[in-house]
């Protein structure tokens, strides 16, 4: 047999036992030269030195999953190995500067604007009555004739950080350390749960975060965060806690709101209208005349396609808005059905519902499965674990940019390998549940 098949043969013809934490260590330094040589090609993302080494990581990351949910327990040594590997391949992506219009020169511009009295909801960065407010890593900010989209929340980040240091690389460094408070929180919450601590290494080890958080710089990495605490607390019966920090998520990004339901009855009334009161005074020094700011969102909406094949077929039909509305429905019926399923809080089912909502959105961005990755920790997610890998083929976008092609609907041959992979995958698991289904049927047992 192979290496992963369990034994090797050595020079003398004895056969040698691999053991799953030795693979796991394999795969763990593999992974990192995967992701050290697609650092030295960020600069060109989705060229072929990028994409090439990336899907390595991916299929590496993959073998490494089925590695932690086939071992129940591994011991702490693995852990912290494997989250220092973590580290140094977060490291690599850190150091380098981020594409040159990256969400992050907006953050750098929002968090300005508002320490110099200015509202980010209002402001056009391309009016010729601010240019003198703009710095050399704000003078090329993509969509400069809109207005911020980004909620409350988030500006209160991009504030904080400014006033820290006004710099792309100041949020960059901001994000990691929300990174590593996600493993934290994380290890936390799967002690509280009774699960292996190593299932930590199915969030930290995923491609996408060195990617996303330390090398492009997103700030769903800070929503996450908040999530994940708020979830932490929630299996700690910390009720308050749960509620707040849930609100403060909902308003960095306005996805986990599909999560309403899985809160029910988990928090009581007054904890819901505290964290509401919070959300809502978050808005208030944005106000403009009365009115909640919504900036740039509705043009988003309206305008903006990237990777939704569902929300492009659904367009043919029926106006954005009302397909926003249902991408919205579609996350909270998740959310409802698995409330109403399960009476014990499960970690995975916060996945689901984001995961359903996301699918019929209008823009599908890699970094907007961030918030997907902590709660992937248990084999009743794969069809999502795989969704992050099979997502990889869309960074050709930014290298046919970079080539001079515009900004448009991806090559056939990318959403074939997302979402035709995703379809497979999905009929291979439903089949193989069937079939189990039946064998348990034919032999009398109960259904679980």
């Known amino acids: 047999m192979g290496a992963f098949g369990g034994t090797i043969t050595d020079g003398h013809g ?3 036992k691999i053991t799953p934490e030795c693979r796991v260590y394999v795969l763990g330094a593999t992974l990192c030269v995967a992701l050290t040589i697609c650092s030295r090609n960020f600069g060109d993302r989705g060229g072929p030195y990028f994409m090439t080494s990336l899907t390595v990581a991916g299929i590496v990351y993959l073998l490494a999953i089925r590695e932690f949910f086939a071992t129940s327990r591994f011991r702490r040594r693995v852990v912290v190995i494997g989250l220092v590997l973590a580290a140094v391949w977060h490291i690599e992506f850190l150091r380098l500067p981020p594409g040159a219009d990256d969400d992050i020169h907006r953050y750098v511009w929002d968090g300005r604007l508002q320490r110099l009295g200015y509202n980010p909801y209002i402001v056009v960065p391309i009016d010729p009555a601010v240019k003198g407010l703009h710095t050399p890593e704000t003078r090329n900010l993509n969509n400069p004739d809109l207005p911020s989209p980004y909620p ?15 710099s792309v690389f100041a949020f960059k460094v901001a994000f990691v350390l929300c990174d590593f408070g996600i493993a934290f929180a994380l290890l936390d919450l799967l002690r509280t749960s009774g699960r292996g601590a190593h299932l930590v290494l199915a969030y930290a080890w995923n491609p996408l975060l060195a990617i996303e958080a330390a090398g492009s710089g997103h700030v769903d990495i800070v929503g996450v965060l908040l999530l994940v605490i708020s979830v932490a607390a929630l299996a700690r019966s910390w009720r308050t806690i749960a509620a707040i920090t849930f609100g403060l998520a909902v308003a960095v990004k306005f996805l986990p709101i599909v999560l309403l339901p899985l809160y029910w009855k988990r928090v009581r009334i007054r904890d819901a209208l505290l964290a509401a009161a919070v959300l809502s005074l978050l808005y208030v020094p944005f106000l403009n005349h009365g009115r909640i700011p919504t900036g740039s969102l509705g043009t988003y909406v309206q305008s903006f396609r990237f990777n939704g094949p ?21 996350g ?6 698995l409330r109403r399923a399960a009476r014990e809080l499960s970690p995975n089912a916060f996945a689901w519902p984001m995961a359903a909502s996301l699918l019929c959105a209008p823009v599908v961005f890699p970094w907007y499965l961030l918030w997907l990755l902590p709660f992937l920790t248990s084999a009743s997610t794969l069809l999502i674990i795989v969704w992050t890998v099979s997502i990889i083929p869309t960074y050709v976008q930014w290298h046919l940019r970079a080539l001079g092609h515009s900004w448009g609907a991806l090559p056939a041959w990318v959403m074939l390998v997302e979402y035709g992979g995703l379809t497979i995958v999905a009929a291979i698991i439903a089949l193989r549940r069937i ?14």
């Open 14 to 16: 004895r056969t040698v």
């Open 152 to 166: 409350p929340g988030a500006q209160l980040f991009f504030r904080t950080v400014t006033a820290v240091k006004e």
């Open 310 to 330: 569902v929300f492009a077929a659904l367009a043919q039909v029926a106006p954005p808005p009302l397909l926003a509305a249902l991408a919205v429905l579609v």
């Open 332 to 337: 909270l019926v998740t959310a409802i059905w």
């Open 435 to 448: 079939k189990r289904s039946a064998a348990l049927q034919c032999s009398g047992k109960p259904l679980e």
